[in-house]
């Protein structure tokens, strides 16, 4: 019964962040809209920053600050996620701020030379 | 019929995706014994608190263990904004009329986000002062004070935020992060070396250079962000 639950829970959890990915993948690859490619690429990112978190994550451990109430828990027994992955998401995260950032401005600039964001109407792309 | 070729794309993804993670149990203990050192993991969970007096660990990684890391991180953002300001660089013509894209919002918003504006930049450099202590850091904290001027400039059409004052603060936090990195150079041997006493556990002043630095990206992202925000929020229509 408890290995059952563990494999939802990792069906459940992993399941969900390769789900954000794909969702992610559909809209860049199918949408016209550029803003719409951007919102994709955003969405991926927070697919792998949960992937990440999860794969961090040990059962039943807290998180890993030694506040008086974290030390209290080490000192029974208790166990810390593992930090590593937290600290490359906060990396991640604010790369993926850039990024965003960086992509929208060059949607703007595209919208103004074209008057449109959608890529099938921007004439000069076809060849 | 692109639609299905994407679609069979996505399900190839899925299915390497899914075997791959198969092996990787959910919530399994990686780390070893955290008193045997066999991990990375283990070795900053058993030092930090000794060797750092750091209570947050995730913090300790990011600014002390990684430093470097997040100096390199710190000037990816700065690139970014700069990229951000010189791409939607925009030649006032004349003759040319132009029109601000933001309406005018209502008088509720109006005197409410004046009323909370300044709890949440309060709140905001909380967060950063407080980085190796609590959950948080340098970066939340300066996001959470640029939500706060986002909702300012959001309410109130004409309020403008001086870029002279932002580029000053911006550059005087990364040449603090930057001078603390070559102090450490000079004091002792690397790079950011952590020079300073590193006083007890779960004090404010603790953890010697880690609070420094990360008050210092703490004003370096508030001012960042507030001018991408401005930037992106300042783009005039043509007519």
């Given at each position: 019964?408890?290995?059952?639950?563990?494999?939802?829970?990792?069906?459940?959890?992993?399941?969900?962040?390769?789900?954000?990915i794909?969702?992610?993948?559909?809209?860049?690859?199918?949408?016209?809209?550029?803003?719409?490619?951007?919102?994709?690429?955003?969405?991926?990112?927070?697919?792998?920053?949960?992937?990440?978190?999860?794969?961090?994550?040990?059962?039943?451990?807290?998180?890993?600050?030694?506040?008086?109430?974290?030390?209290?828990?080490?000192?029974?027994?208790?166990?810390?996620v593992?930090?590593?992955?937290?600290?490359?998401v906060?990396?991640?995260?604010?790369?993926g701020?850039?990024?965003?950032?960086?992509?929208?401005?060059?949607?703007?600039?595209?919208?103004?030379?074209?008057?449109?964001?959608?890529?099938?109407?921007?004439?000069?792309?076809?060849? | 019929?692109k639609?299905?070729?994407?679609?069979?794309?996505?399900?190839?993804?899925?299915?390497?995706?899914?075997?791959?993670?198969?092996?990787?149990?959910?919530?399994?203990?990686?780390?070893g014994?955290?008193?045997?050192?066999?991990?990375?993991?283990?070795?900053?969970?058993?030092?930090?608190?000794?060797?750092?007096?750091?209570a947050?660990?995730?913090?300790?990684?990011?600014?002390?263990?990684?430093?470097?890391?997040?100096?390199?991180?710190v000037?990816?953002?700065?690139?970014?904004?700069?990229?951000?300001?010189?791409?939607?660089?925009?030649?006032?013509?004349?003759?040319?009329?132009e029109?601000?894209i933001?309406?005018?919002?209502?008088?509720?918003?109006?005197?409410?986000?004046?009323?909370?504006?300044?709890a949440?930049?309060v709140l905001?450099?909380?967060?950063?002062?407080?980085g190796?202590?609590t959950?948080?850091?340098?970066?939340?904290?300066?996001?959470?004070?640029?939500?706060g001027?986002?909702?300012?400039?959001?309410?109130?059409?004409?309020?403008?935020?001086?870029?002279?004052?932002?580029?000053?603060?911006?550059?005087?936090?990364?040449?603090?992060?930057?001078?603390?990195?070559?102090?450490?150079?000079?004091?002792?041997?690397?790079?950011?070396?952590?020079?300073?006493?590193?006083?007890?556990?779960?004090?404010l002043?603790?953890?010697?250079?880690?609070?420094?630095?990360?008050?210092?990206?703490?004003f370096?992202?508030?001012?960042?962000?507030?001018?991408?925000?401005?930037?992106?929020?300042?783009?005039?229509?043509?007519?």
């Amino acid at each position: 019964m408890d290995l059952d639950n563990n494999l939802l829970m990792s069906i459940g959890v992993y399941g969900s962040a390769i789900g954000l990915i794909l969702i992610g993948l559909y809209a860049v690859l199918i949408k016209k809209h550029l803003t719409k490619i951007v919102i994709g690429l955003s969405i991926i990112d927070a697919g792998i920053h949960l992937l990440f978190i999860a794969i961090g994550y040990i059962s039943g451990g807290t998180a890993p600050i030694f506040s008086p109430a974290g030390e209290k828990i080490v000192a029974n027994g208790g166990i810390m996620v593992d930090p590593v992955p937290q600290a490359l998401v906060l990396t991640a995260i604010v790369i993926g701020f850039a990024v965003t950032a960086v992509a929208l401005s060059l949607v703007i600039r595209l919208y103004r030379h074209h008057h449109t964001a959608r890529i099938d109407q921007i004439k000069s792309l076809k060849w | 019929m692109k639609k299905l070729l994407v679609i069979l794309l996505l399900a190839v993804v899925a299915y390497s995706l899914g075997t791959a993670l198969m092996s990787v149990k959910f919530g399994e203990n990686r780390l070893g014994n955290v008193q045997d050192e066999g991990t990375v993991s283990a070795f900053y969970l058993n030092n930090t608190p000794e060797k750092l007096s750091v209570a947050n660990v995730v913090t300790a990684i990011v600014v002390n263990y990684r430093g470097f890391d997040t100096l390199g991180e710190v000037s990816v953002l700065f690139l970014a904004a700069m990229g951000l300001g010189s791409i939607l660089y925009h030649r006032h013509k004349e003759g040319e009329e132009e029109e601000a894209i933001l309406k005018p919002s209502s008088q509720l918003i109006q005197a409410g986000s004046k009323l909370i504006f300044p709890a949440i930049l309060v709140l905001g450099a909380y967060v950063f002062i407080h980085g190796h202590l609590t959950p948080g850091g340098g970066f939340q904290g300066g996001a959470i004070i640029a939500t706060g001027f986002l909702l300012m400039m959001m309410a109130y059409k004409d309020y403008k935020v001086s870029h002279k004052v932002l580029t000053w603060v911006e550059s005087i936090a990364g040449v603090t992060f930057a001078g603390i990195g070559m102090w450490g150079l000079i004091v002792s041997q690397s790079f950011l070396e952590n020079t300073l006493p590193i006083g007890a556990l779960n004090n404010l002043f603790s953890g010697g250079i880690i609070p420094i630095i990360y008050i210092a990206v703490g004003f370096k992202v508030a001012a960042e962000l507030t001018g991408v925000l401005d930037t992106l929020l300042n783009i005039k229509d043509k007519h």
